[in-house]
């Protein structure tokens, strides 16, 4: 684990202490500290973020591919209509 240095604005700070003395806080270890809840606000950013940039990818991909799937949809439905 590495150490760093962050500037942080005096409403934020006090929250990051709100949420660490916090007993109902969730996570591995209640009564976390400074760092554990700006660690967990972290991976939960970094997930949120990886989340839409391959939600991003599949519209993309479902944009340029539209004409195709509408016509095998409309295709598989005939199909089944016929069965």
């Known amino acids: 684990m590495k150490t760093i240095a962050i500037?942080?604005?005096?409403?934020?700070?006090?929250?990051?202490?709100?949420?660490?003395?916090?007993?109902?806080?969730?996570?591995?270890?209640?009564?976390?500290n400074r760092s554990e809840v700006i660690r967990r606000a972290v991976q939960e950013f970094v997930a949120r973020h990886r989340k839409h940039e391959r939600e991003e990818k599949d519209r993309l991909i479902l944009a340029a591919h539209?004409?195709?799937?509408?016509?095998?949809?409309?295709?598989?439905?005939?199909?089944?209509?016929?069965a």
């Not at 500037?7 to 976390?32: F, H, M």
């Not at 539209?66 to 016929?82: D, F």
């Open 66 to 82: 539209r004409a195709l799937i509408e016509r095998q949809a409309e295709a598989l439905v005939a199909e089944q209509g016929r």
């Open 7 to 32: 500037s942080i604005d005096e409403a934020s700070l006090e929250a990051i202490d709100r949420l660490a003395r916090d007993p109902r806080s969730r996570g591995p270890k209640r009564g976390s």
